[in-house]
T-cell receptor
Framework: AQSVAQPEDQVNVAEGNPLTVKCTYS??????LFWYVQYPNRGLQFLLK??????LVKGSYGFEAEFNKSQTSFHLKKPSALVSDSALYFC???????????FGGGTRVLVKP | NAGVTQTPKFRVLKTGQSMTLLCAQD?????MYWYRQDPGMGLRLIHY???????AKGEVPDGYNVSRLKKQNFLLGLESAAPSQTSVYFC???????????????FGEGSRLTVL
């Protein structure tokens, strides 16, 4: 069975500092990995995805993620965090049958001014 | 462009009552999904549909039923609500995967359901 794990319930970072949100995965075959963000009282929004190719994936709002096959990780990063990046972030793995996503438990990011 | 619209946004039910959540999408997507979101558990797939007239079970289907009579609509029903069904429900839609690419999911803004 495929799964993703987000080991941190919350990440606190000062504005302007680098932000990292961790994700590890467990899948059979090649992983298709996603990051979504949820702002308060809103639905999830797509940030970026890894399908194949370059291990560094760039996405929306200045975010990027690094795929590491040996460590089975797909960490989300932003070089300089903004207060407006405060939100709930979800890592997800794709399963081809039914185009289904399996989500991690989410990591709440709090960026302080 | 409305995207994915869910109604109602909030609802309070008593145990044993029934209700239906409606999801409508205007992007001509083939695939539609219902997820529930609970603290610390992420989103869990309840049911999904890969086309008009078809439905399939997800991870947590018990206590829910769905219907996809029209391509643009996906209904989630609770026949006899239980407190364990208190949650935030999200509908999503996507195109089918194509070759090496996958269909990005587009989400509605959620429906908060409380069962007393």
């Amino acid at each position: 069975a495929q799964s993703v794990a987000q080991p941190e319930d919350q990440v606190n970072v000062a504005e302007g500092n680098p932000l990292t949100v961790k994700c590890t995965y467990s899948v059979s075959g090649n992983p298709y990995l996603f990051w979504y963000v949820q702002y308060p009282n809103r639905g999830l929004q797509f940030l970026l995805k890894y399908i194949t190719g370059d291990n560094l994936v760039k996405g929306s709002y200045g975010f990027e993620a690094e795929f590491n096959k040996s460590q089975t990780s797909f960490h989300l990063k932003k070089p300089s965090a903004l207060v407006s990046d405060s939100a709930l972030y979800f890592c997800a793995v794709f399963k081809a049958a039914g185009n289904k996503l399996t989500f991690g438990g989410g990591t709440r990011v709090l960026v302080k001014p | 462009n409305a995207g994915v619209t869910q109604t109602p946004k909030f609802r309070v039910l008593k145990t044993g009552q029934s209700m239906t959540l409606l999801c409508a999408q205007d992007m001509n997507h083939e695939y539609m999904y219902w997820y529930r979101q609970d603290p610390g558990m992420g989103l869990r797939l309840i049911h999904y549909s890969v086309g008009e007239g078809t439905t399939a079970k997800g991870e947590v289907p018990d206590g829910y039923n769905v219907s996809r009579l029209k391509k643009q609509n996906f209904l989630l029903g609770l026949e006899s609500a239980a407190p364990s069904q208190t949650s935030v429900y999200f509908c999503a839609s996507s195109y089918p995967p194509s070759g090496w690419d996958t269909g990005e999911l587009f989400f509605g803004e959620g429906s908060r359901l409380t069962v007393l």
